[in-house]
Protein backbone atom coordinates (compact mmCIF):
# COMPACT_ATOMS: atom_id res chain seq x y z
CA UNK A 1 0.00 0.00 0.00
CA UNK A 2 1.62 3.11 -1.09
CA UNK A 3 0.68 6.63 -1.10
CA UNK A 4 2.86 7.79 -3.29
CA UNK A 5 0.14 10.12 -5.56
CA UNK A 6 -0.68 11.63 -1.83
CA UNK A 7 0.66 15.16 -2.07
CA UNK A 8 3.95 16.02 -0.04
CA UNK A 9 4.36 18.59 2.44
CA UNK A 10 6.09 21.69 1.32
CA UNK A 11 9.99 21.31 0.59
CA UNK A 12 9.51 17.35 0.96
CA UNK A 13 12.48 15.55 -0.24
CA UNK A 14 11.92 13.37 -3.32
CA UNK A 15 14.28 10.93 -2.32
CA UNK A 16 12.92 10.25 1.32
CA UNK A 17 12.36 6.54 2.64
CA UNK A 18 8.34 7.44 3.66
CA UNK A 19 5.65 10.36 2.24
CA UNK A 20 6.29 13.58 3.93
CA UNK A 21 2.38 14.58 4.26
CA UNK A 22 0.97 17.51 6.60
CA UNK A 23 -0.75 16.35 9.22
CA UNK A 24 -3.68 17.40 7.78
CA UNK A 25 -2.98 15.31 4.58
CA UNK A 26 -2.48 12.40 6.70
CA UNK A 27 -5.15 12.60 8.43
CA UNK A 28 -7.28 12.56 5.27
CA UNK A 29 -5.46 9.91 4.21
CA UNK A 30 -5.88 7.61 7.36
CA UNK A 31 -9.37 8.34 7.39
CA UNK A 32 -10.26 7.30 3.73
CA UNK A 33 -8.59 3.98 3.96
CA UNK A 34 -9.26 3.19 8.05
CA UNK A 35 -11.95 0.25 6.37
CA UNK A 36 -8.79 -1.44 4.55
CA UNK A 37 -6.74 -1.77 7.71
CA UNK A 38 -9.74 -2.97 10.41
CA UNK A 39 -11.00 -6.73 10.21
CA UNK A 40 -13.42 -8.58 12.33
CA UNK A 41 -12.69 -11.79 12.95
CA UNK A 42 -14.30 -13.09 16.13
CA UNK A 43 -17.05 -14.68 14.16
CA UNK A 44 -19.16 -13.14 16.77
CA UNK A 45 -21.99 -10.32 17.16
CA UNK A 46 -19.90 -6.94 17.92
CA UNK A 47 -21.21 -5.92 21.68
CA UNK A 48 -18.86 -5.17 24.95
CA UNK A 49 -15.83 -5.41 24.17
CA UNK A 50 -13.16 -6.07 21.23
CA UNK A 51 -10.36 -8.10 21.84
CA UNK A 52 -7.61 -6.99 19.10
CA UNK A 53 -4.26 -7.17 17.30
CA UNK A 54 -2.47 -4.97 15.59
CA UNK A 55 0.17 -6.51 12.85
CA UNK A 56 2.03 -5.33 9.82
CA UNK A 57 -0.71 -5.45 6.60
CA UNK A 58 2.23 -7.36 4.88
CA UNK A 59 2.29 -10.61 7.60
CA UNK A 60 -1.53 -10.00 9.21
CA UNK A 61 -0.52 -12.99 11.74
CA UNK A 62 2.63 -12.08 13.09
CA UNK A 63 0.83 -9.83 15.69
CA UNK A 64 2.97 -7.46 17.74
CA UNK A 65 0.66 -6.01 20.12
CA UNK A 66 -2.93 -7.27 21.94
CA UNK A 67 -5.35 -4.58 23.44
CA UNK A 68 -8.77 -4.02 23.84
CA UNK A 69 -11.27 -1.30 23.32
CA UNK A 70 -15.38 -0.77 23.09
CA UNK A 71 -14.60 1.32 19.79
CA UNK A 72 -12.24 -0.40 17.45
CA UNK A 73 -12.44 2.04 14.98
CA UNK A 74 -11.57 4.92 16.91
CA UNK A 75 -8.82 3.13 19.23
CA UNK A 76 -6.94 2.21 15.82
CA UNK A 77 -7.54 6.66 14.92
CA UNK A 78 -5.77 6.83 18.55
CA UNK A 79 -3.11 4.81 17.54
CA UNK A 80 -2.18 6.50 14.93
CA UNK A 81 -2.65 9.66 16.18
CA UNK A 82 -0.43 9.12 19.14
CA UNK A 83 2.55 7.64 17.15
CA UNK A 84 2.34 11.61 15.12
CA UNK A 85 3.45 10.19 11.79
CA UNK A 86 3.81 13.54 10.67
CA UNK A 87 6.13 14.59 12.34
CA UNK A 88 9.96 14.20 11.35
CA UNK A 89 11.70 11.09 12.09
CA UNK A 90 12.67 10.98 15.49
CA UNK A 91 12.22 9.19 19.11
CA UNK A 92 8.79 9.60 19.97
CA UNK A 93 9.56 12.19 22.99
CA UNK A 94 5.67 13.00 22.94
CA UNK A 95 4.66 9.39 24.66
CA UNK A 96 4.64 10.34 28.41
CA UNK A 97 4.94 6.09 29.69
CA UNK A 98 8.83 4.81 28.13
CA UNK A 99 6.94 1.42 28.32
CA UNK A 100 4.94 2.57 25.31
CA UNK A 101 7.48 4.16 22.59
CA UNK A 102 8.76 0.38 21.47
CA UNK A 103 4.52 0.45 20.12
CA UNK A 104 4.14 4.22 18.74
CA UNK A 105 8.28 3.61 17.25
CA UNK A 106 6.67 0.25 15.65
CA UNK A 107 3.96 2.40 13.72
CA UNK A 108 6.51 5.11 12.85
CA UNK A 109 8.64 2.46 11.25
CA UNK A 110 6.03 1.11 9.60
CA UNK A 111 4.92 4.11 7.95
CA UNK A 112 8.74 5.12 7.07
CA UNK A 113 8.90 1.81 5.28
CA UNK A 114 6.34 2.83 2.19
CA UNK A 115 3.08 4.34 3.99
CA UNK A 116 2.15 1.43 6.17
CA UNK A 117 -0.43 1.28 8.41
CA UNK A 118 -0.94 -1.44 11.37
CA UNK A 119 -3.96 -3.53 10.87
CA UNK A 120 -6.20 -3.85 13.44
CA UNK A 121 -8.14 -7.49 13.72
CA UNK A 122 -10.79 -8.62 16.45
CA UNK A 123 -10.26 -12.08 17.40
CA UNK A 124 -12.95 -11.52 20.15
CA UNK A 125 -15.95 -9.77 21.59
CA UNK A 126 -16.39 -10.16 25.34
CA UNK A 127 -18.44 -8.37 28.52
CA UNK A 128 -16.87 -5.90 30.46
CA UNK A 129 -15.82 -7.78 33.31
CA UNK A 130 -13.92 -10.34 31.41
CA UNK A 131 -12.01 -7.97 28.96
CA UNK A 132 -8.87 -7.95 31.00
CA UNK A 133 -8.83 -11.70 31.70
CA UNK A 134 -9.77 -12.18 28.10
CA UNK A 135 -6.34 -9.37 26.93
CA UNK A 136 -3.99 -11.25 29.17
CA UNK A 137 -5.11 -15.02 27.93
CA UNK A 138 -4.37 -13.52 24.31
CA UNK A 139 -1.16 -11.97 25.12
CA UNK A 140 -0.06 -15.19 26.68
CA UNK A 141 -1.00 -17.60 23.77
CA UNK A 142 0.82 -15.14 21.44
CA UNK A 143 4.21 -15.42 23.58
CA UNK A 144 3.64 -18.93 23.87
CA UNK A 145 3.83 -18.79 20.24
CA UNK A 146 6.74 -16.70 20.46
CA UNK A 147 5.15 -13.27 18.76
CA UNK A 148 7.57 -10.53 19.46
CA UNK A 149 4.70 -8.34 20.88
CA UNK A 150 5.19 -4.94 22.18
CA UNK A 151 2.95 -4.87 24.76
CA UNK A 152 4.56 -4.11 28.08
CA UNK A 153 3.07 -6.03 30.30
CA UNK A 154 4.25 -9.36 28.01
CA UNK A 155 7.94 -9.06 29.39
CA UNK A 156 6.30 -9.32 32.81
CA UNK A 157 3.79 -12.72 31.59
CA UNK A 158 7.03 -14.03 29.75
CA UNK A 159 8.52 -13.91 32.30
CA UNK A 160 5.76 -15.93 34.39
CA UNK A 161 5.54 -18.26 31.33
CA UNK A 162 9.02 -19.82 31.76
CA UNK A 163 8.37 -20.29 35.56
CA UNK A 164 5.02 -22.27 34.99
Known sequence: M????????????????????SQAHLTHYV???????????????AAGVAIYSLSDPR???EIRYVGQTIAPRRRLLQHLNTARLWLPDQLPWWIKSPKLRPLYGWIRQLYREGGRLPVMVICDWVDRTA??????????????????????????????????
Open 2 to 21: SISSEPRAAGADATSAYPTL
Open 31 to 45: RARLAEHLFDESDVS
Open 59 to 61: NVR
Open 131 to 164: ARHAERARICECLEQQRPLLNYESEILRRQLLLI
